[in-house]
């Protein structure tokens, strides 16, 4: 009878019965398969002890999650003013749980391109970057100013306070 797969495994693990153990050193070829599952099972690595492990995962820095607010719109205009013609110009305000943002959003002349100035607020924020998709970022002055040129397609504007990692984020 031949030797079959499942034989091999068992005496190459020492868990072969006598006859499973006759058979397989009776055939050269098993017998050679059987050795070289040996000497593999040998040299595989031991498992790692759960004490080690749980001690690397505590060494593991635990980084904050970015907490991403939301601005409400409190305050827009229209555009048209007192004057005569109206205005392409924009004025927002939105505000947060601890910050605020003010917008002046301008059409810039013969381009598909919008200048966006303004001024960010917040209570322990000293280094606060503006960023928009397909723009470069701009990092707000001391005083929280800002200007930065963006498409007329961009939407949303986010404010990345650089050593907290709070992020705030509006849409115009």
């Known amino acids: ?31 050679e398969q059987a050795m070289l599952l040996r000497k593999v099972n040998a040299s595989k690595p031991p498992a790692v002890p759960a004490e080690l492990l749980a001690r690397a995962k505590a060494l593991l820095p635990v980084l904050p999650t970015q907490k991403v607010w939301k601005g409400i719109l409190t305050f827009s205009t ?12 924009r004025d ?9 943002v ?17 001024i960010f607020q917040a209570g322990e924020a000293t ?16 005083r929280g100013q800002f200007e930065i040129v963006i498409d007329s397609e961009v939407r949303t504007l986010r404010f990345e306070d650089v050593q907290s990692s709070e992020i705030y984020e509006i849409e115009i």
């Open 1 to 31: 009878m031949k030797t079959n797969w499942e034989e091999i495994v068992n005496y190459a693990l020492g868990l072969a019965n006598a006859q499973e153990s006759s058979r397989v050193e009776s055939d050269p070829v098993a017998l």
């Open 78 to 89: 229209s555009g048209i003013g007192m004057r005569s013609t109206a205005s392409a110009v």
């Open 92 to 100: 927002y305000r939105f505000e947060f749980e601890s910050a605020q």
């Open 102 to 118: 003010e917008l002046r959003v301008e059409p810039i002349p013969k381009s598909n391109k919008l200048a966006v100035i303004g």
């Open 127 to 142: 280094s606060v970057r503006v960023l928009a998709t397909n723009s470069n970022a701009v990092l707000c002055d001391e």
